[in-house]
């Protein structure tokens, strides 16, 4: 049941347009209710975890609903690829709302979570209302927001960083790359600027900054290259990274071959390296000073989304501060570790107690299909016992230049590949993931533009 606050403290009257004034009774009346016999199901979020949970669970008996100031789903495993035009927005996202007329959708924010009354509040993220505050009561609430980058409070990251998280970044990425070019080729620039802003600082060596790196090598090397020849001798990229070596979640061998292939095409690799601030035009390392870049693209891991920071009385894991579940992944109370029967938690934003797997899409999705079978099992009166377990299907990078890194040694042992058969492998796994079958016509329409025609080098 939708309950605008209006008339109450929540609302922020300063935001509210002539249209949201017009059309403001709307807000007033519940919206679309399905009146499902199970009640409704909310779900937070529509990244991997949401997304996948939106789609498998049972619409015929519960009323889904879905909360998320983005009103699609982002397939980030491709995300650096659109950074640099391998492949365009549209082909990695799939909207909420396309997927099953079944369901409900609100674009807000979630800002809070009232257990003992079963709502939440939500702060409308469209551009006619934005800042309208409105409350929603759920029967089922699944809580998977996802987690943010994690700066470790390093001075100017926020201010002058990129990140990598989501749509809009990726699209900076790729303008201020080319913003970057087009300055080092005006007249009278000089060498030394020059020199400057097209040094690419790529923070964090994970599989994340790699792949990214990558990307931007093929994207120089391959198009760039081509269209500012005389820009080149001042063009380089370093990857820095405070543990002392790349990729190390990999298998050794695999992160060794792809710092050698790194270390061969140029790239530089700084391993064992601190940042200690990050100014508008350049990077203070603790280990060489102020180094100048044109681009810094910041990539060390997670922190806690804001929402999860704000939940009271729910039990968070000490070190990563997400949301501690039980193996059935429900929310556990702070006090006692006893679970909220209606209350789960999933994704980058929630862990189970004991049991630390990392933040990757690949647990995120499979505790999605977990909780939907769950629920769906629950309608049909057959509860299930069994918790959930991780079923490691092993971890892939792309390495640049048609070369990628896939380790399996969690399936089977020894199986790992690098080079161009891991890169074909690479390539039709995340084909064979995409979810609609536009986007797997559209994916390999782009891949064969961009290696027919070149990268598109519009700054929009
Ligand atoms: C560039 C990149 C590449 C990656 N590659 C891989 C890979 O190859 N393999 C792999 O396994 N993993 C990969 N990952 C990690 C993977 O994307 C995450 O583990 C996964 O997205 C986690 O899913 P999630 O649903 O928890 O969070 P997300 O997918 O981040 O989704 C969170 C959702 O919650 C919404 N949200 C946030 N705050 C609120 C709020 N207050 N109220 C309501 N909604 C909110 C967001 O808008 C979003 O829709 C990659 C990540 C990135 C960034």
């Not at 089922?140 to 809009?168: C, M, Q, R, W």
């Not at 990077?283 to 997670?302: A, D, F, R």
């Not at 986007?439 to 961009?450: G, V």
Request: proline letters at 3%; glycine letters at 8%; hydrophobic letters at 35%.
């Amino acid at each position: 049941m939708l309950k605008a606050l209006t008339g109450s403290s929540l609302v922020k009257t300063s935001t509210s347009s002539p249209l949201t004034r017009y059309f403001g009774h709307l807000s007033k009346s519940k919206t679309k209710t399905l009146g499902k016999s199970h009640g409704r199901v909310i779900i937070l979020g529509s990244g991997w975890a949401g997304y996948q949970l939106l789609r498998k669970l049972n619409k015929k008996d519960y009323e889904v609903t879905v909360v998320s100031p983005r009103n699609h789903f982002v397939f980030t495993p491709l995300l650096a690829s659109t950074a640099v035009g391998t492949l365009e927005f549209r082909g990695i996202v799939e909207p909420v709302r396309g997927y099953s007329k079944d369901i409900d959708y609100h674009q807000a924010w979630v800002d809070g979570v009232d257990l003992k009354r079963q709502v939440i509040r939500c702060t409308s993220n469209l551009e006619d209302n934005k800042g309208q505050e409105f409350e929603l009561d759920y029967d089922k609430l699944v809580i998977s927001v996802g987690a943010y980058a994690n700066t470790f409070n390093t001075p100017g990251v926020k201010e002058h960083g990129i990140f990598l998280k989501d749509i809009s970044d990726a699209k900076k990425i790729r303008n201020r790359v080319l913003e970057c070019f087009e300055y080092a080729a005006q007249p009278g620039v000089s060498d030394q600027e020059k020199a400057a802003k097209l040094h690419f600082a790529i923070i964090g060596g994970g599989a994340t900054g790699v792949e990214f790196s990558s990307e931007l090598y093929d994207f120089i090397s391959e198009d760039l290259s081509r269209l500012y020849p005389q820009l080149m001798d001042h063009t380089r990229m370093t990857v820095y990274d405070v543990a002392p070596s790349i990729l190390n979640t990999f298998d050794s061998k695999l992160a060794d071959y792809a710092t050698k292939k790194f270390t061969r095409r140029g790239i530089q690799i700084k391993t064992g390296t601190h940042v200690v601030r990050v100014e508008k035009d350049y990077v203070e390392l603790k280990e060489e000073g102020k180094v100048p870049y044109g681009m810094l693209i910041w990539s060390t891991g997670l922190s806690a989304n804001p929402l999860v920071e704000s939940l009271k009385d729910i039990a968070k894991d000490e070190r990563s501060h997400r949301i501690l579940t039980n193996e059935h992944l429900q929310v556990l109370d702070d006090e006692k570790k006893e679970p909220y029967s209606n209350v789960y938690a999933l994704g980058d934003c929630a862990t189970i107690l004991n049991q630390d797997l990392p933040a990757t899409a690949q647990v995120a999705n499979q505790k999605a299909i977990y909780l939907s079978k769950t629920l769906n099992n629950e309608v049909k009166g057959k509860p299930t016992d069994q918790g959930f377990s991780f079923k490691n299907m092993g971890s892939m990078a792309y390495i640049g230049s048609w070369k990628a890194v896939v380790d399996m040694s969690a399936v089977h042992e020894g199986a790992t590949e690098g080079g161009f058969l891991a890169w074909l492998f690479w390539r039709s796994a995340y084909l064979s993931m995409t979810v609609s079958a536009r986007n797997k016509m559209l994916i390999p329409m782009y891949w064969f533009s961009a290696f027919l025609f070149g990268r598109d080098v519009s700054k929009l």
